[in-house]
C-alpha cells in the first residue's frame, strides 16, 4: 500500500496538463469575472474601484434585465415544450416505420452540423425575402406578417429558427432511448391487447423517461442561454422586446454606457440560474436512479 | 387490418416529410438562389435558377480567401481535439483510478465548472489570452479551446474507464508496463468509443463557435470560416447572391463531413449526451 | 522510479508544447505553420541587425471601414512605400478591419490588454471617455492640427486639444429624389406644415413619401438625432446643458413626435425587414421621394441607380423654419495610441492621412467629404447641396449625448414603429437613462 501522499503527487502529475489548461483558460478567468463584478470598471479604463455588492443592489431595480430575464424564461418555456414534443414525435413515427429510418434520421439531424449563426442568416432570407414573395404572388396572405420586425411574431420567428436548430439533436437522443426499449416489453404488451397508443404509454414512454429528462434539462440549460439565433435575426429588437439575458449581458457590457463589471454581476446572476437549474437536475436524477 | 397499416404509414410519411421540407427548406432555398444573378434573385426567389451562375462563388471564394481560411479552421478544430483527448485522457482516466480526497475535489471542480456560461468569462479570458501572447494565433486558440473544454471531455472518460475492469492493468502492470504504457497500450484503446464521440462533438463546437475567434484573432490572415464569413455580411449586406454563396461554402465542409461520417457522428452524439 | 521519470518526460514535453504555444507570435520557430509572422506590433521588432541595411517596424491599424478595405489597404502599401524612402524603415502595416457589429467590443478588448493597436478608429462621440481612459494622444503640435477645418476641428477636440484625427465628417439631413419633387412640383419644405403638403402632392402623384428602413437601429436613431438638433438649436440651445445637469426634460421636445409619426405615416411597408442597405438602394430604385438618411449612404445609391437626381434638405421639426436644419457632424476619427511603441511611426500616418498630396485621392474615392486644406476637390452635387444649408447658417453641430441614450431612442423608434410605447412613454424612458448615464459619469 502507497502513501497518500505518494498517490496524490502521482495523480497532480498525470493530471497537471488538463489542470494547467483549465485554470489558466477558464478557472482564473471566471474567479477574476466574479471580482470584476464588484468593481466599476468600464473595460476601458486602467483603473476601477471596488464597489462590493453596489452592481447585485442596482440590478435589482433595473428594469430591462428583469424584461430579458421574462423574455428568456417565455423562450425556454415555450421551446422546452415545442422542441421536445416535435422532437420525440418525429423520433416516435421513425421508429415505427419499416423503411427509410436512416434517411429521415440524416435529413434531420442536418442543420444541427451547421453554426446558428449561419442558420440564422438563412432564415433571415427565409423572412426578408420568401416569405414576402409567396404572400405577394401565390395570394397566401398570411404570411404577409413583419416576421422580423413585429414583437409577436419575431418571438414566433425565433422559435422557428430554435426548434429548426434544436430537434434533431433532442430527436437523436429520443431515438436512442427508444432503440432501448425492449421488443419483447412491447409485444407482451401488444398481446395483452393494448392498442398502438396503450402500449406507447405503459411500455414505451417510462422506459425512454431517463432520455426524457436528459432532453429537458439540456434544452433549458442551452435556452437559458440563447445568444446566436436571437443575435442573428432580430438583435433584440424591435426595441428590447426579443432581448435575452445573455443579449442583455453582452450589451451591457460592450455597448451604451459600458459597464463592464455591472455586466459580469448580472453573468454571475445568469450562472447562479443555470446551477440551480442543475442541482434540481441531479437530484431528479439521483432520485430516479434509486428508484 | 392492412388498410389501417397503410393508412397509418401514410399519414406518418406525410409528417415527417412535412417535418423535412421545415427542415431541408433554407438550406435549399440559399442553394438554389446562390445560383442566380441578383436581378433573378429579385425577381422570383423560388424559382429554380434558370443557369447556374457560379461567378457569384469565385467571386465570393476569393473574397473569403476560402482555401486558406478553410485551412485555419480545419487547424484550429484538429489540434484543439487533439490536445483536448490527450490531456483529458490522461487526467481522466488517472483521476479515476486514484481514490482519494483530491481526487474526489479535483473531479468535482471540473465537473462544477462545467456550467460556468462563456459570455462571464469572456473578457477576463481574453486578458489571460493576451497575457500568454496567443492573440492572433492559431496554435494559442486551440489550446484555449483545450481549457474550455477538457472538463467536459475529462468527465466522459472518467465515467468510462469506471467501466474498465481494472485487472487488465493490474495485469499489465505485474508484466512490467509503466503507467503510460498502460494508458496508451491498454486503456486508450478500450476508449475508443468514447473518444470517437468527444472527437465529434468538440470538433463540432469548435467548427462552428463564433464568439472567441472573433475576439482573438483579428488577423484577416488568420481568420476561420465563420469570421470570413461574417466579414462578407457587413461588405454586402444587400447582395443576397453574395451572402447566400457565402454561407453555402461555410455550410459545405461540415455538410460533406456529415454525409461521410454520417453513423459515426448520430452514435457520437447520442452517446455523448446520454451520458454528459 | 523509472516511472516517474517517464511521467517527467511527459510532463516536460507537455510544458515545452506550452512554452512553444506562449511564444507562438515571436516569429522565428513559431511552431504553427500559420503564424510565421509576428502578429502583434508590440513584440520587440526595434532591435536591428546589423547585416541588415534598414530597420523594420510594424504598425498595426484597427479601423471600421470594412466595405472601404480596398482603399485603405491601398493607402497603407503607399505608407509603406514612402516610410522606406524617406527614413529607410521597412514598415509592415496589419491592417485589421473587424467586422463592424463586432468592432466596438474588439477594440475595447485590445485596450484592456497589453494589445492595442497602434492607430484605431473609434465614433467621435467617444472621444471624451478615450481620452479620460488615457487612450488618445493629443495632437494638437502635429502639422495635421493646422490643416483641418475649423468647424470640423471642434468636433475632435477636447479641453483644447486635438485628440484624433476626423475622417468622415458629413452635413447630411434627409436625402430627396429630386427628379419626383420635380414632378408633384414640390421644393425642400421649410416647415412642418409646408412638408405635409409636399407628402400629400407626392401622394397625389402616387409616390410614397418617405422610405423606411428600421431593421438596423441607427437608421431610426437619425430621425431623433434631427428633429432634437433641429428642435434644441433653433428653440431651447440651453436643453442639452440642463440636460446634463438633471434640470430639463425631453417634455420639452416633444414637438418631434409629430413629425416622426408624419414620416412613419407617410413611408413604406415593411420597415423592420428593410437594413440600411437594402432600404438605400430600394430608395435608388423609386421606392419613395425622400429618405432620412445621411450622405455616407449615397454609395449605394448611385451604384444602384446612376441616374438617380440626390438631393438633401433638411427636415422640418415644427412651424419654426430656425429649426429645419441640416446636421453639421463628425463620426469616424482615428486615434493615436499613446503607449505605441512605435509612436512616431504612428503620428507619421495620422499625419499621412491628411497629407497634402495623397490625402485627396484616398478621401474621394471612399467618398468621404472634404474637411482640410488639403482636400481640393470637387464633391458630388448633393453634398455641395448639404453644404449649401451649412454657408447660409441652417446647420447645427451634432449633439453629443451619452452613448446609452442614443442607443436607447434608436430602440425606442422601433418600438413607436412597431406601436409597442407611446410617446409619454418614451419621454418617461428618455428621462430616465439620461439620468442614469449622469449618475455613472459622476
Redesign the interface.
Known sequence: MRSKKYENLNLLIYVFPALFVYIAFKMFPAASGLFYSMTNWNGINKTYNFIGLTNFIDLVSDSYFWQSVVFTCKYVAVMLVIANITALGIAVAIESLPRFKGLYRTVYYMPNMISMVIGGYMWRFIFHKVLYYMADNWGWSFLDQSWVGDTRYAFISIIIVAAWGAVGYLMIIYLAALQGVPAALKEASSLDGANAWQSFWNVTFPSILPALSICLFWTLNSAFQVFDVVYSLTGGGPGRATQSVAMNIYEEAFKGNIRYGYATAKSTVLFIIILIITAVQLRVMRKRGDE | MKTGKRTY?II??T??IL??I??????L??LS?SFKTNGE?LG???SLPKQLHFENYIRTLEKMNYLSTL??TV?TAGISVF?MV???G??G???CR?K?K??NF?YS??VF?M???F??????????????????????LS??Y???G??MA?FLYHGFVKGIPLELEEAASIDGC???QIFFLIVFPLLRPITATICITNI?WV????LLP??VL?????YTL?LS???L???Y??D?TA??SA?IL??LP??V??AVF?KH??KG???G??KG | MKKMKKVLCLLISACLAFTLAACGTSGSGAPAPTSNTPASANTDVSAPSNEAPVRSAELTIMMSFSSFMEQWETYCRQFEAKVLAEDKIELKINLEMPSSDMYDSILQARMTGSDAPDLYTIHSNNIGVYTEAGNLTNLSGEALAGKIFENVKNTVTVDGNLMAVPIESQAWAVLYNKAMFADAGVTPPNTLDELKEVCAKLKDKGYTPFMLAYQEQWVPQLMTALTLGGKVTGDVPDWLTRMYKGEASYEEMRDIFEVINLIMENGTSRAMEQGAEVGAAEFANGAAAMFVQGTWASNTIMTTNPEMQLGVLPLPVNNNPNCTLVNLSTSTVLGVYPNSTEKDLALKFANYVLDDNDSAALFQSCGFNPLATSHKYEVSSWVADAYKYVEDGRAYQDLILPSSVTDEQGKLMQELYVGSVTPDEIIERLNKVFQDANKLSQ
Open positions: 404509414l406518418i410519411n409528417f415527417l417535418a423535412g421545415y427542415t431541408l427548406f433554407p438550406l432555398l440559399a438562389n434573385l422570383n426567389v423560388v485551412g485555419n487547424f490536445i490527450l490531456f483529458s490522461v487526467a482516466w488517472k483521476l486514484t482519494t483530491l481526487s479535483l471542480m471540473f465548472s456550467l460556468i456560461p459570455s462571464s468569462i469572456m473578457i477576463p479570458l481574453y486578458k489571460v489570452i493576451l497575457g500568454f501572447r496567443i492573440e492572433n494565433s492559431l496554435l494559442g489550446f484555449v483545450s481549457g474550455l477538457v472538463s475529462l509503466r503507467p503510460l463540432l467548427w462552428n463557435d463564433f472573433l475576439i483579428s488577423d484577416n490572415k488568420k465563420l464569413t461574417n466579414t455580411f457587413g461588405q449586406s444587400s443576397w451572402i447566400l454561407l461555410a455550410a461540415v455538410i463531413f456529415y454520417q457522428i448520430i452524439i447520442a452517446d449526451a446520454v
